[in-house]
Structures are given as structure tokens and as C-alpha cells.
């Protein structure tokens, strides 16, 4: 019997609750003013954030891609353990992937990339699949041989 009692006090209380929270919203309408005039010439000047996500112009994408392609080669000759062979094969596999990204590269991701030396999740994006891309057909090196089985 105590449980059917604190169970309909719950229930009124959760109502009770629910209709206090529901009624202190406000609409999503905007109040009309007393004074029309007054509501009128007060308005805000509507300021649009629009970004421009316009393509880069042919001197940025060369700019990005020299750029891209030499940080990509000393990227990767860093962990290289013989740099002087690996070189020339990491200066075509990361051209390749910097004129792919240059395709459609967008001005605001070039600027990041080249003035902030940031890289955006959109040439991420590009990386991967321009990566997939150029290297999806390339031979990788061969390891050491060991004990006759290939």
C-alpha cells in the first residue's frame, strides 16, 4: 500500500515538475514591441559570416605543392634507412600526392597549410585519398630474404 502512495507522489511531483519546465520556455516567435516605431528603426545590422571556400589560384596550388612534396620527403627520409636510394622514389610518390591534393584545393586550406603550417581535416581527407591513389600500384621494396623463402 506505501508503494501505491509514493508512487502517485512521484508521479504528481514529476508532472508538477515537467509543467513548470514547460511553461517557462518561450516561443520561438519574437515578441511584438508596444511602440512599432521605436521596434523599427532599433534593428541590428545583419552581419553574414559567409567563408569563402573558393579554389586556390594556379601561383598558390604551385606554391602548395612545392611545398607539400618537400615536407613530405623530409617527412619520410627521417625514418628511412637508406635515404640516398629512397630519395628519388619518395620525391615521385609525394609530388604525385601533392598534385592530387591540388586538384581542388580550396584557398582557405592552402593558406592554412602554407602561412599557419597547419593542416586542415580537409587535406587529411585529400591525403588519404590521393595516397590511395598514387601508391595503390606502385611495387613496395622488397625485405631481406632469410634462409631461402621468399
Same mark, same amino acid.
Given at each position: 500500500?506505501? @508503494?501505491? &502512495?509514493?508512487? *502517485? ?24 514591441? *508596444?511602440?512599432?516605431? $521605436?521596434?523599427?528603426?532599433?534593428? /541590428?545590422?545583419?552581419? %553574414? @559570416? *559567409? ?9 598558390? =596550388?604551385?606554391? +602548395?605543392?612545392?611545398?607539400? &612534396? #618537400?615536407?613530405?620527403?623530409?617527412? %619520410?627520409? =627521417? ?8 630519395? /628519388?622514389? +619518395?620525391?615521385?610518390?609525394?609530388? !604525385?600526392? $601533392? %598534385? ?11 593558406? =592554412? ?13 585529400? +591525403? ?5 591513389? !598514387?601508391? #595503390?600500384?606502385?611495387? #613496395?621494396? =622488397? ?6 623463402? #621468399?
Amino acid at each position: 500500500m506505501k @508503494n501505491v &502512495a509514493i508512487n *502517485k507522489v512521484l508521479v504528481c511531483v514529476l508532472v508538477s515538475a515537467l509543467t513548470v519546465i514547460a511553461g517557462g520556455c518561450s516561443s520561438d516567435e519574437p515578441e511584438t514591441a *508596444k511602440t512599432g516605431t $521605436a521596434a523599427n528603426t532599433a534593428k /541590428p545590422a545583419k552581419k %553574414e @559570416n *559567409k567563408i569563402d571556400y573558393g579554389e586556390a589560384s594556379d601561383s598558390v =596550388k604551385n606554391k +602548395f605543392i612545392k611545398t607539400f &612534396a #618537400q615536407n613530405c620527403v623530409t617527412r %619520410e627520409l =627521417k625514418n628511412s634507412v637508406n635515404p640516398d636510394v629512397d630519395q /628519388p622514389r +619518395f620525391q615521385q610518390s609525394c609530388g !604525385c600526392i $601533392a %598534385e592530387h591534393i591540388a586538384e581542388d584545393l580550396a584557398e582557405v586550406d592552402a593558406e =592554412k597549410y602554407l602561412d599557419d603550417h597547419e593542416d586542415t581535416h580537409t587535406l587529411q581527407i585529400k +591525403f588519404d585519398s590521393a595516397a590511395f591513389f !598514387c601508391l #595503390q600500384n606502385k611495387p #613496395q621494396p =622488397k625485405g631481406p630474404h632469410l634462409f631461402g623463402k #621468399q
